[in-house]
Protein backbone atom coordinates (compact mmCIF):
# COMPACT_ATOMS: atom_id res chain seq x y z
CA UNK A 1 0.00 0.00 0.00
CA UNK A 2 2.80 2.28 0.04
CA UNK A 3 2.58 5.08 -2.20
CA UNK A 4 -1.09 4.88 -3.09
CA UNK A 5 -1.90 5.88 0.65
CA UNK A 6 -2.70 9.21 2.05
CA UNK A 7 -3.78 10.63 5.72
CA UNK A 8 -6.43 13.06 5.88
CA UNK A 9 -6.69 15.27 9.05
CA UNK A 10 -9.51 18.02 9.83
CA UNK A 11 -12.38 15.85 9.59
CA UNK A 12 -14.92 16.80 11.65
CA UNK A 13 -14.74 14.98 14.77
CA UNK A 14 -18.68 15.68 15.48
CA UNK A 15 -20.07 12.94 12.75
CA UNK A 16 -20.38 9.57 12.76
CA UNK A 17 -16.75 7.84 11.09
CA UNK A 18 -19.23 5.77 8.50
CA UNK A 19 -20.76 9.29 7.69
CA UNK A 20 -16.95 10.78 7.40
CA UNK A 21 -15.85 7.80 4.93
CA UNK A 22 -18.88 8.32 2.12
CA UNK A 23 -18.04 11.85 2.21
CA UNK A 24 -14.38 11.30 1.84
CA UNK A 25 -15.07 8.58 -0.60
CA UNK A 26 -17.48 10.99 -2.49
CA UNK A 27 -15.04 14.06 -2.19
CA UNK A 28 -11.51 11.99 -3.66
CA UNK A 29 -13.05 10.04 -6.13
CA UNK A 30 -14.14 13.28 -7.94
CA UNK A 31 -11.33 14.36 -10.97
CA UNK A 32 -11.65 18.11 -10.05
CA UNK A 33 -10.05 17.24 -6.72
CA UNK A 34 -7.53 15.31 -8.36
CA UNK A 35 -9.32 11.87 -7.00
CA UNK A 36 -9.91 8.57 -8.54
CA UNK A 37 -10.58 4.99 -7.58
CA UNK A 38 -10.40 3.86 -3.91
CA UNK A 39 -9.14 0.65 -2.66
CA UNK A 40 -10.58 1.87 1.02
CA UNK A 41 -11.14 4.49 3.84
CA UNK A 42 -10.58 3.79 7.13
CA UNK A 43 -11.35 6.54 9.28
CA UNK A 44 -9.46 6.63 12.63
CA UNK A 45 -10.28 7.88 16.00
CA UNK A 46 -8.72 10.92 17.63
CA UNK A 47 -8.11 13.15 19.11
CA UNK A 48 -7.78 14.58 16.09
CA UNK A 49 -9.93 12.05 13.88
CA UNK A 50 -7.70 11.17 10.65
CA UNK A 51 -8.77 9.54 7.60
CA UNK A 52 -5.73 6.77 5.55
CA UNK A 53 -6.96 6.66 1.83
CA UNK A 54 -5.77 4.31 0.11
CA UNK A 55 -6.29 4.73 -4.23
CA UNK A 56 -6.09 2.13 -6.21
CA UNK A 57 -2.99 3.62 -8.59
CA UNK A 58 -0.22 5.47 -6.59
CA UNK A 59 -0.20 8.66 -9.30
CA UNK A 60 -3.70 9.27 -7.83
CA UNK A 61 -2.33 9.72 -4.43
CA UNK A 62 0.38 12.02 -5.88
CA UNK A 63 -1.55 14.25 -7.65
CA UNK A 64 -4.26 14.47 -4.17
CA UNK A 65 -1.29 15.51 -2.28
CA UNK A 66 -0.16 18.29 -5.11
CA UNK A 67 -3.72 20.03 -5.02
CA UNK A 68 -3.54 22.18 -1.68
CA UNK A 69 -7.40 22.88 -1.07
CA UNK A 70 -9.11 20.03 -0.18
CA UNK A 71 -12.05 21.12 1.23
CA UNK A 72 -15.45 18.95 2.59
CA UNK A 73 -18.49 20.32 2.36
CA UNK A 74 -21.15 18.44 4.65
CA UNK A 75 -24.43 19.74 5.55
CA UNK A 76 -23.62 23.30 4.56
CA UNK A 77 -20.39 23.23 7.09
CA UNK A 78 -16.59 23.30 5.40
CA UNK A 79 -14.11 21.73 7.23
CA UNK A 80 -10.21 22.32 5.12
CA UNK A 81 -7.95 19.12 4.86
CA UNK A 82 -4.85 18.72 5.67
CA UNK A 83 -3.76 15.79 3.36
CA UNK A 84 -0.60 14.37 4.08
CA UNK A 85 1.65 11.13 2.56
CA UNK A 86 1.26 7.79 4.60
CA UNK A 87 4.57 5.88 5.11
CA UNK A 88 3.70 2.26 6.59
CA UNK A 89 5.78 1.86 8.89
CA UNK A 90 6.66 -1.53 10.30
CA UNK A 91 6.69 -3.19 13.72
CA UNK A 92 9.82 -5.19 14.76
CA UNK A 93 8.05 -8.24 14.79
CA UNK A 94 6.65 -8.24 11.14
CA UNK A 95 8.98 -10.55 8.85
CA UNK A 96 10.13 -9.10 5.60
CA UNK A 97 10.19 -11.18 2.31
Not at 5 to 32: M, N
Not at 48 to 72: G, M, N, S, Y
Amino acid sequence: MAGRTVRVWGIPAELPPDRVADKLTIHFLRSRNGGGDIAEVRVLPGPPPCALITFEAPEVAQRILKLKDHVLAVGGARYPLEVTSHAVELSPDEVLR
